[in-house]
């Protein structure tokens, strides 16, 4: 997608050192995908403690493994 943004000069060239990018946009595609990497993390940690998970027995595991792997195989021969 294209877009027309007005950037900080100095910003952009520190950018480009800190990323070691060839071209501006690939230094923005990594600044990018590093917060949102950062903020995904940030939203993980504010839910600890928050989540109560349930632990499931061995055989149940063991059962469900056994049916989604004749699903698979079921689902591959209709293919």
Do not use: C, F, Y
Not at 25 to 32: G, K
Not at 57 to 69: D, L, S, T
Request: proline share 1%.
């Amino acid at each position: 997608m294209r877009t027309t943004l007005i950037l900080d000069d100095d910003l952009v060239a520190e950018l480009l050192k800190v990323t070691n990018a060839k071209t501006k946009t690939d230094a923005i595609h990594q600044a990018m995908a590093e917060l949102i990497r950062k903020k995904k993390i940030e939203k993980l940690k504010a839910l600890s403690g928050k989540l109560t998970v349930k632990a499931v027995p061995k055989a149940q595991r063991q059962a469900e493994g056994r049916r989604r792997g004749l699903h698979q195989r079921l689902w591959q021969g209709r293919r």
